[in-house]
């Protein structure tokens, strides 16, 4: 981060120790250190004090570092969402697949092993829902773009809006359609 940087010009600037601005701003030496090798960052708090020492704006005292942040933050939230969308994924493969050989298996108590199965795909899918609609995520192609580390432009956003109401009755009906056939299928075969 590049807020290390940034105290110790400003501290060099105004020639005073790491000891002499701890003191100022209620912290160790120590803690100064850390901060200017960037081995630790300041709380808020202290943000503010350091700004108010050096006299100089938030904006210039953390110049840099918001980017990093939203970046890193992004980056955090690419992963949630491709871990939340794969273990729904493989949970909503076993629910579809399960339910006919636990039935054929264990009779009407192979639901309970099955809506166990079903449950976690559900929470998975809520999981990796809410990462979508903290991002202002709802079309293939806005995530696609959003997991490549990309934004769409406005003309495309706006595009892709439109699509919204009509992608998830697409989605509602095949989802079930596919559902249906992979069920029939097995219910043939164990059946034989």
């Not at 912290?27 to 700004?51: A, M």
């Not at 192609?141 to 495309?156: C, H």
Request: charged share 25%.
């Amino acid at each position: 981060m590049e807020v290390g940087a940034q105290i110790k010009k400003y501290r060099s600037n105004m020639g005073i120790s790491q000891e002499e601005l701890a003191e100022k701003v209620y912290v160790s030496r120590q803690t100064v250190s850390n901060w200017e090798t960037g081995k630790n960052y300041p709380d808020i708090h202290s943000v503010l004090l350091l700004s108010s020492v050096f006299n100089v704006s938030l904006d210039q005292l953390i110049k840099g570092d918001v980017e990093i942040m939203k970046k890193e933050i992004k980056e955090t939230e690419i992963k949630k969402l491709k871990k939340y969308a794969g273990i729904y994924a493989v949970f909503l493969i076993l629910t579809v697949i399960s339910v006919v050989p636990f039935m054929a298996f264990m009779g009407w108590y192979g639901m309970m092993p099955w809506s166990v199965v079903y449950a976690v795909a559900v929470c998975f899918s809520f999981k990796a829902h809410k990462v979508k609609k903290e991002n202002n995520l709802s079309t293939y192609k806005e995530i696609v773009a959003f997991m490549e580390g990309k934004r769409l432009d406005e003309i495309e956003k706006q595009q892709e809006i439109g699509k919204r109401p009509y992608q998830t009755v697409l989605y509602v009906f095949g989802s079930a359609a596919i559902a249906f056939i992979v069920t029939y299928l097995m219910a043939k075969i164990f059946s034989l």
